[in-house]
T-cell receptor
């Protein structure tokens, strides 16, 4: 079953603009992570936010988490053509014995035009 | 840097064949995972392992099995390949960091399997 749902499914912007992607999930989580995937390659971890955190920054990335709404957003500021990729949110469920397994959403395809 | 290596980038097999997908990680990680990725469906967990010889079913284990005889190696086995198993297969690993499970996954580059 899909835990995370990204929105929008596709986003097309110009270089220099900001890109915002949203993720919603259904169950209580331990943490939420964002990954990037370049075409035909594996996923690369971008940022992890714990369930007791509300905002986190890493370079041009800003992630927010609202556990009351079960949603997260990823903001990429001053986008570059090299940011063109698919972006996925993924969650680790709270409680139980999850062994750190992640449940992924369907992803947002970001295209940044030079 | 953690390296997760999948033995093949592309693989073409015939229906009914037994298929082995191999994955090796070089960072002594306890946890290893197999996902498949299909357009419109995202990544779905097939199996994972948290220790040598230990395995747990994921969300879509039917038609698959796994083997973990050594800590660094996690194999995915398609007992009798079918066309609906044509997909991108992604292996990942992560370290055990206590019950908070706040560890990112490290992915290999994937194996694109085509079953004809």
């Amino acid at each position: 079953s899909q835990q995370g749902e990204e929105d929008p499914q596709a986003l097309s912007i110009q270089e220099g603009e900001n890109a915002t992607m949203n993720c919603s999930y259904k169950t209580s989580i331990n943490n939420l992570q964002w990954y990037r995937q370049n075409s035909g390659r594996g996923l690369v971890h971008l940022i992890l936010i714990r369930s007791n955190e509300r905002e986190k920054h890493s370079g041009r990335l800003r992630v927010t988490l609202d556990t009351s709404k079960k949603s997260s957003s990823l903001l990429i500021t001053a986008s570059r053509a090299a940011d063109t990729a698919s972006y996925f949110c993924a969650t680790t469920n709270a409680g139980g014995t999850s062994y750190g397994k992640l449940t992924f959403g369907q992803g947002t395809i970001l295209t940044v035009h030079p | 840097d953690v390296k997760v290596t999948q033995s093949s980038r592309y693989l073409v097999k015939r229906t009914g064949e037994k298929v082995f997908l191999e994955c090796v990680q070089d960072m002594d990680h306890e946890n290893m995972f197999w996902y498949r990725q299909d357009p419109g469906l995202g990544l779905r967990l097939i199996y994972f392992s948290y220790d040598v010889k230990m395995k747990e079913k994921g969300d879509i284990p039917e038609g698959y099995s796994v083997s973990r005889e050594k800590k660094e190696r996690f194999s995915l086995i398609l007992e009798s390949a079918s066309t609906n198993q044509t997909s991108m297969y992604l292996c990942a690993s992560s370290p055990y960091r206590g019950l908070s499970y706040n560890s990112p996954l490290h992915f290999g580059n994937g194996t694109r399997l085509t079953v004809t």
